[in-house]
């Protein structure tokens, strides 16, 4: 069946990533989970943390206690079709979303003492967590990244996300890791092993975790992307499914197939799903690592 013949229609879900990152003996390093194999979404794939907005996100309490005002979020993430109160949600969300996810929390404040490993074994939800330590959540600790539109026409899942890709510098004094529960793998390594071991069938990942990694493949340290990140905004990734000859392919912004001509970030401009992955034209040197 040719691909385009099929249609998603429900709108795309929101969604907040953090692509956490530090500075290790190689140079830059990203924090990468390995979903649980029985995950309805990606299973068994190596992510960034990150999930779906929560209607709790909202909470005007929880913003109260963003280190910006909502009005100052809206001007960082750089999106006119999204509402202030919207803006801060996606931020709360990836911050909700990295300490669930892998127990980092980014955050100042609190009693005297507080032991930062402790809060993620505390019962809860985020916001009574925030709120009995009188937190304060650090939006200043991320960036908007990049925006990735999941198309109409099923690529990998049938379901649709916009989710909003936001590079941070892990906090010192904490330890990431995996809840053994939505994750059953974590690992730091560099963008560019990461994509040697994706390459060689050690890890499986989609493409929006592949384009990063290749993107972030081009910095040396964290303060890099962050500067980066500073200096423009989100780029915006809505990408193309096609059928050739009966192999799915997808293109990015600047391909010839794709209906924006300018490229949106740096590497492959289409990736084929071929060998049961996909795999951009040229080989693992197109990956430019």
């Known amino acids: 069946m040719d691909i385009n013949s099929i249609e998603v229609t429900a709108p795309p879900i929101p969604a907040a990533t953090v692509v956490m990152l530090r500075d290790g003996a190689a140079g830059l390093e990203v924090f990468l989970l390995r979903r649980h194999s029985a995950s309805a979404v990606l299973g068994g794939v190596f992510v960034f943390p990150g999930g779906k907005l929560d209607r709790l996100d909202a909470d005007p309490g929880l913003h109260a206690r963003l280190d910006h005002a909502p009005d100052v979020l809206h001007q960082r993430l750089r999106e006119s079709d999204v509402s202030t109160d919207t803006a801060a949600s996606l931020w709360v969300a990836a911050l909700r979303e990295s300490f669930e996810e892998c127990g980092v929390l980014f955050a100042q404040g609190g009693a005297q003492g507080l032991q930062w490993d402790g809060l993620r074994h505390e019962e809860g939800a985020f916001a009574d967590l925030i709120h009995r330590h009188e937190l304060q959540l650090q939006c200043e600790a991320l960036w908007p990244w990049s925006r990735w539109?999941?198309?109409?026409?099923?690529?990998?899942?049938?379901?649709?996300?916009?989710?909003?890709?936001?590079?941070?510098?892990?906090?010192?004094?904490q330890q990431a890791g995996h809840d053994n529960v939505e994750a059953t793998e974590s690992v730091w390594m560099t963008p560019r092993d990461a994509l040697h071991r994706y390459w060689a069938g050690q890890m499986e990942m989609a493409p929006p975790q592949i384009m990063s990694l290749v993107h972030l493949a081009r910095?040396?340290?964290?303060?890099?992307?962050?500067?980066?990140?500073?200096?423009?905004?989100?780029?915006?990734?809505?990408?193309?499914?096609?059928?050739?000859?009966?192999?799915?392919?997808?293109?990015?912004?600047?391909?010839?197939?794709?209906?924006?001509?300018?490229?949106?970030?740096?590497g492959p401009t289409r990736l084929r799903f071929v060998n049961q992955r996909f795999e951009p034209d040229g080989g693992l040197a197109a990956f430019g690592v």
């Open 149 to 173: 539109i999941t198309p109409r026409v099923p690529s990998v899942t049938n379901k649709r996300f916009d989710t909003r890709f936001f590079v941070a510098r892990a906090p010192a004094g």
């Open 219 to 266: 910095f040396e340290h964290v303060d890099a992307v962050l500067h980066d990140a500073a200096q423009r905004g989100p780029h915006l990734v809505e990408p193309q499914p096609f059928d050739d000859n009966g192999t799915r392919v997808i293109c990015y912004p600047g391909d010839p197939r794709h209906s924006v001509g300018a490229q949106a970030m740096p």
